[in-house]
């Protein structure tokens, strides 16, 4: 107990729980050693070095009330010392901090400290409704015992889509279907583990929500998520499901899958049937799936893309026996948008790729200036967008955040003009991307680089945001698939961090496309793990 430790260790742990209470940014800041070696851990991960912690406690809005029911101390040495507090919280349910102290300068001064929250139900910065299942799928299929993580767009029988936002899901009618896209990942076994989270209208790629919280990354703490499918990704980053349905228009699938070290597929435009799903802009908008692995990637895309696994899958496509070109290009421009670290990396990969004993041809192509597809698109997407929403916008003037609210604004703005010579432009530049993937796959980094903080301001947020969507609107013009696979892992300043690259195909070439990038991921990193055993499937044979 308390009475065991040395009166100045107690009073600066009674300091720190007074700060702990009041929510006091800067005397918790100066309870905590300075310096790069400080270490904070819980279990949404590991943080290292004064400023990162303290960078993530001035977003967490501080702890729910509690008293300090037992303290435990261990004397280390004569200037170290360990302490081990049990809470117990107002709202019910109890939690631990374990902290070293250690004594610099005549301070006691917190070095490393592991917290353990009280239990929650939920994390409702990613769910917003869950299960055990929330909805269970068939009970054999290729896709058995796995969990969807869905996003708060599709439509889903008896519920509401809520988009991001509360106002929203109070004005919104009750579904009487479930989306296609739902019901196909059902058919095939998934249960449905809830409905998550996504940026307001899904028109964001940061994956922030100024209603309920930045869903955390799985991959990087302290780090933004990525959105829009922030919600899915996390759940998936973090183990809580094992598949994110997602939807990707400017690449709210690839970005999120970069940031979190998943796999993400962004379907050929229209290969996916969108009924039952919230618009945003429809030219761009299209289905996709995030994954921890390339296999469930795969028998995912096999099922929900084949001609005998969906039922609504466009026949144009589907084409389960293309095999794509073993061709490699990376467009010039796209590479030159990465951070000089990242382009580094990516370069080393491509080196490795060249030493492989069956490597593919890589060339250097010119998509165009990004500027040139990603500032039409921008036009047509706020036009198609203020077309959707604009009357509900209207409606409840400030029932939106500050971030999208100003793109709506700017979206109502756009002039039936512009948006006709936005998509003239549009034109020219898909044509000529679809004419580069006639015959290779486009290879590049996904992003500029690894997730920013959450707690990032300023200019440099929004140069990251520009060249991000330069970086992943090409395709999205073209309306081509396109898989991020985590193949970068770069530094940063909240640690090592991820970083996807993108293969990008000719349209309805989704599932060789996969096939393709699992086979370059098994080249650069053989493993010596075999893939997750297939489920067994009583149902209709795959072609």
């Known amino acids: 107990m308390t009475a065991s430790m040395p009166p100045d260790l107690l009073a600066a742990f009674e300091d720190y729980e007074r700060a702990i209470a009041a929510d006091d940014l800067e005397a918790l800041d100066a309870a905590f050693a300075p310096g790069p070696a400080t270490m904070r851990a819980d279990a949404a991960g590991l943080l290292v070095g ?4 303290s960078s993530f406690r001035s977003t967490r809005g501080g702890v729910p009330e509690r008293v300090i029911e037992r303290v435990e101390h261990r004397r280390l040495g004569p200037d170290a010392a360990l302490v081990v507090a049990l809470s117990r919280y107002a709202i019910g349910g109890t939690g631990t901090q374990t902290q070293l102290w250690e004594r610099i300068e005549g301070r006691w001064l917190i070095t490393a400290a592991h917290v353990t929250p009280r239990a929650q139900a939920l994390d409702r910065s990613i769910w917003r409704s869950v299960g055990d299942p929330l909805w269970q799928g068939s009970w054999d299929g290729p896709l058995a015992g796995r969990t969807v993580a869905v996003k708060d767009l599709f439509a889903l029988k008896g519920y509401r889509i809520g988009a991001g936002n509360p106002t929203y899901l109070e004005t919104a009618r009750v579904e009487p279907a479930s989306a296609p896209a739902v019901v196909d990942l059902l058919r095939a076994g998934a249960s449905l583990r809830g409905i998550a989270r996504t940026d307001e209208l899904a028109y964001s790629v940061a994956g922030d ?9 799985g991959a990087l703490p302290g780090a933004l998520p990525g959105g829009s499918s922030s919600g899915p990704a996390s759940a998936v980053a973090t183990g809580q499901a094992d598949i994110g349905l997602a939807t990707d228009t400017a690449g709210s699938v690839r970005v999120p899958a970069s940031y979190q070290g998943l796999w993400g597929l962004r379907t050929t435009h229209g290969l996916v049937p969108r009924q039952g799903l919230l618009p945003l802009a429809q030219s761009f908008d299209t289905v996709g799936w995030l994954t921890r692995d390339g296999h469930t990637l795969q028998r995912i895309a096999d099922w929900c ?3 005998d696994g969906s039922e609504s899958t466009e026949s144009v496509y589907g084409e389960s026996g293309v095999e794509l070109p073993w061709r490699l290009a990376v467009p010039q421009e796209v590479l030159a948008a990465a951070d000089p670290a990242t382009a580094e990396a990516f370069e080393a990969l491509l080196a490795a790729v060249q030493e492989l004993p069956d490597a593919p041809p890589v060339d250097l192509v010119s998509i165009g200036d990004l500027a040139g597809y990603a500032d039409p698109f921008r036009l047509v997407q706020g036009a198609e967008a203020w077309r959707n929403h604009g009357e509900w916008v209207r409606a409840h003037p400030h ?3 500050a971030a999208v609210a100003e793109r709506m604004r700017a979206a109502a703005e756009v002039t039936a003009a512009v948006e006709a010579q936005a998509r ?3 034109a020219d530049r898909a044509d000529h991307l679809r004419g580069l993937v006639a015959g290779t796959v486009l290879i590049a980094p ?5 997730a920013p903080s959450r707690t990032a301001t300023g200019d440099g947020v929004a140069d990251v945001r520009t060249r991000t969507l330069r970086m992943t609107t090409p395709a999205s013009v073209a309306g081509l698939p396109t898989v991020s696979l985590p193949l970068l892992t770069l530094p940063s300043e909240l640690g090592p ?3 996807g690259v993108c293969l990008t195909s000719r349209a309805g070439t989704d599932i060789a496309l996969v096939r393709l990038a699992r086979r370059l991921a098994d080249l650069l990193h053989p493993s010596s793990v075999p893939a997750p055993p297939r489920p067994p499937h009583h149902g209709r044979s795959r072609s």
Do not use: E, F, K
């Open 424 to 426: 003239t432009d549009l």
């Open 209 to 217: 929500n100024p209603h309920h919280g930045t869903p955390p990354n």
């Open 50 to 53: 004064h400023d990162v912690i």
């Open 305 to 307: 893309l084949s001609y």
């Open 446 to 450: 996904t992003v500029p680089g690894p």
């Open 399 to 401: 029932a939106l955040g």
């Open 497 to 499: 961090a991820p970083v």
